[in-house]
């Protein structure tokens, strides 16, 4: 549950809002999938696979202070682990 939660704030906090587009969560019978609207913002998903990396700003800095201080996010940028 708390999987779901997450991947589901990062696709609110990361969704790129100058493009007309939703976030899609749709349902497999082994997984969930999210979908957001907007290519990777800072360097690519192999920069951050391994940790190594966080962002140094954000496509939402706003909305994510407000998801930080809500406890909906982490702003430390762990990212993908």
């Known amino acids: 549950e708390q999987s779901v939660l997450e991947a589901l704030h ?5 969704q790129d809002y100058r493009r007309p587009a ?14 957001s609207c ?6 690519t998903p192999d920069d951050y696979v391994l940790g ?3 962002p140094d700003r954000y496509r939402n800095p706003f ?3 407000a998801m ?3 406890y909906m996010i ?7 682990k």
């Not at 976030?23 to 997984?31: A, C, G, K, S, W």
């Not at 982490?74 to 993908?80: E, F």
Request: aromatic share 10%; hydrophobic share 35%; with cysteine.
């Open 10 to 14: 990062n696709c609110i906090a990361h």
């Open 22 to 35: 939703r976030i899609l969560v749709t349902e497999h019978p082994d997984r969930l999938t999210f979908d």
């Open 38 to 43: 907007g290519s990777f913002f800072e360097g």
């Open 52 to 54: 190594d990396k966080s």
């Open 63 to 65: 909305l994510v202070r």
């Open 68 to 70: 930080s201080e809500l």
């Open 74 to 80: 982490d702003r430390m940028g762990y990212g993908i």
